[in-house]
């Protein structure tokens, strides 16, 4: 069974950081692009970033380019992301989602995905 758990969400003023991560069990993770994506209240799902399996290839989306670092470690089976210089516009719940069969943009494609975190940024 597949299971994909992040961690690391919570309060924070606008202009902090945060940093998330994604412990992924069940599944053979280094082989795996994986990704972070978020839903804000009220919106559809959204990409926030990509990494493939080895870590070369990695996208973001322009609404967090240059403030996020998608990164991970194949040895812990563990995915990260690092926010800085928050907005409340950042506030969402977070899911890390594994295998986007070939279109890491679009959120319907990843095969697998964990529960989520939530992430408030106050003004």
């Known amino acids: 069974q597949v299971q994909l758990v992040e961690s690391g969400g919570g309060l924070v003023q606008a202009g902090n950081s945060l940093s998330l991560a994604c412990v992924g069990s069940?599944?053979?993770?280094?082989?795996?692009?994986m990704g972070w994506l978020r839903q804000a209240p009220g919106k559809e799902r959204e990409f926030v970033a990509y990494i493939n399996w080895n870590s070369r290839t990695i996208y973001y989306a322009d609404s967090v380019r240059g403030r996020a670092t998608i990164s991970r470690d194949n040895a812990k089976n563990t995915l990260y992301l690092q926010m800085n210089s928050l907005k409340p516009e950042d506030t969402a719940i977070y899911y890390c989602?594994?295998?986007?069969?070939?279109?890491?943009?679009?959120?319907?494609?990843?095969?697998?995905w964990g529960q989520g975190t939530q992430v408030t940024v106050s003004s």
């Open positions: 069940g599944l053979r993770f280094s082989t795996y692009g």
């Open positions: 989602a594994a295998d986007p069969r070939g279109l890491y943009s679009e959120p319907w494609k990843y095969n697998y």
